[in-house]
């Protein structure tokens, strides 16, 4: 039982370690999607100033693209304040309280030598508590990291979204006025 417990207490305080690394990775990504968005505001404020003649057609292309580049700008950001809503994680037990826990053990299983009394393993009591408490805190950890995951997707898929749109208004606007030009 000690090398089970030993071998799956130790694999659990792994997962707990990524569980919680995990979370700072939603955190990692913001600088891109602030990038990439700022530079969609530069570009499309720059079409914007100079917007074709109402009464052609590139008028409808180059606003419908601003539109749709704005409501998925608006859904990347939606998504990404979603991955980043504050969330309660599940830890282990507070430190202090681990160790008096562990010397309470130790000393229980000092009492019980001492009197005599069946075999009592304080270290092997500890490891089950610890796994125990890993495998909840990992368990509810996972599924705030997947939701947080999920979400940071959505936005990276609006984001994407954006930029073709962004990229399509930017590329009608230039056509259009290198044909005026001619």
């Not at 799956?8 to 891109?32: C, G, H, M, V």
């Not at 292309?61 to 700008?73: E, N, P, Q, R, Y």
Request: proline share 3%.
């Amino acid at each position: 039982m000690a090398k089970t417990l030993d071998h799956i207490e130790q694999t659990l305080a792994d997962a707990y370690r990524k569980e919680i690394d995990q979370e700072e990775n939603i955190w990692r990504s913001l600088p891109f999607f602030a990038a990439t968005i700022a530079f969609q505001f530069a570009a499309i404020s720059q079409v914007l100033l100079r917007l074709p003649n109402k009464a052609d057609g590139a008028w409808w292309d180059v606003s419908a693209a601003t539109v749709l580049a704005g409501l998925c700008i608006l859904a990347a950001l939606w998504f990404l304040a979603l991955s980043i809503s504050p969330d309660r994680f599940t830890y282990v037990s507070d430190e202090p309280l681990l160790l008096q826990y562990a010397r309470d053990l130790d000393k229980d299983e000092a009492d019980a030598i001492a009197a005599g009394a069946p075999a009592f393993d304080a270290l092997e009591t500890l490891k089950h508590t610890l796994a125990e408490q890993y495998a909840t805190a990992i368990h509810h950890n996972r599924r705030i990291n997947q939701a947080r995951a999920y979400r940071r997707s959505l936005a990276g898929i609006a984001t994407l979204l954006s930029i073709l749109f962004t990229a399509f208004l930017v590329t009608r606007a230039m056509l259009y006025y290198i044909h005026q030009m001619q």
